[in-house]
């Protein structure tokens, strides 16, 4: 599927995914600074991923890791400096929710360090109660 909006195009085809622009851009994120490349495509191999492109030019991504019936992992959103300011990533993540294959999903998650607002402003709030929930942290991954 494709989303046009004016120079800017959202597709989640994934043979249009450039590896390369996908890896260098992670590497300049605080959370995927150390991952490796070989990771990164694996990630992307399984994982629904919406990719953003600026004329043929790929620009930002949002992975999300689901099982497109009750749960949905919201991963690696980015949109390249010189493209923000454009609602692009609101933009972004509203058309990942809105995709029609991640209907009646009862959760979705994702983690962040700094952009609690874009994503408030399309329904996420802190998790209530994180008392239920367990994790295993491999900080090498």
């Keep these: 599927m494709e989303w046009q909006k004016g120079d800017?195009?959202?597709?989640?085809?994934s043979a249009r995914l450039d590896h390369t622009a996908i890896i260098a851009a992670l590497h300049e994120t605080y959370w995927a600074a150390q991952r490796q490349p070989t990771t990164i495509v694996r990630s992307l191999t399984h994982s629904f991923c919406f990719g953003v492109y600026y004329n043929q030019q790929q620009i930002g991504l949002a992975r999300v890791v689901t099982d497109y019936a009750v749960f949905a992992y919201l991963a690696d959103v980015y949109i390249l400096a010189e493209h923000r300011g454009h609602g692009l990533g609101k933009w972004l993540v509203q058309t990942v929710l809105a995709h029609p294959d991640l209907q009646g999903l009862r959760r979705w998650l994702l983690a962040t360090r700094n952009a609690h607002g874009l994503?408030?402003?399309v329904g996420f709030i802190p998790i209530v109660s994180a008392e239920p929930w367990m994790e295993i942290?491999?900080?090498?991954a």
């Design 8 to 13: 800017y195009t959202i597709s989640t085809d």
């Design 119 to 121: 994503y408030a402003q």
């Design 137 to 140: 942290f491999n900080n090498q």
